[in-house]
């Protein structure tokens, strides 16, 4: 299957256009996320972080 996709994209014009234009998708995600999380205030950082714990203190209470 790699094989015909290889081969249908190397008949392509642009072929070379699809990899950079992956690579910048991917690299703006991710500079939107770091941006985002730059942006997050201290507060929901912290609820955030004490998720699991509380999970853990919710389950031991159970039982």
Do not use: C, G, R
């Not at 008949?11 to 941006?35: C, G």
Request: neutral net charge; proline residues 3%; hydrophobic residues 50%.
């Amino acid at each position: 299957m790699f094989k015909f996709i290889k081969q249908y994209a190397e008949k392509m014009d642009h072929a070379q256009v699809y990899p950079m234009i992956s690579l910048l998708i991917f690299f703006l995600f991710f500079v939107a996320l770091l941006w985002y999380v730059k942006k997050m205030d201290k507060e929901s950082i912290s609820t955030l972080s004490n998720i699991p714990l509380q999970e853990m203190q919710d389950s031991n209470s159970i039982n």
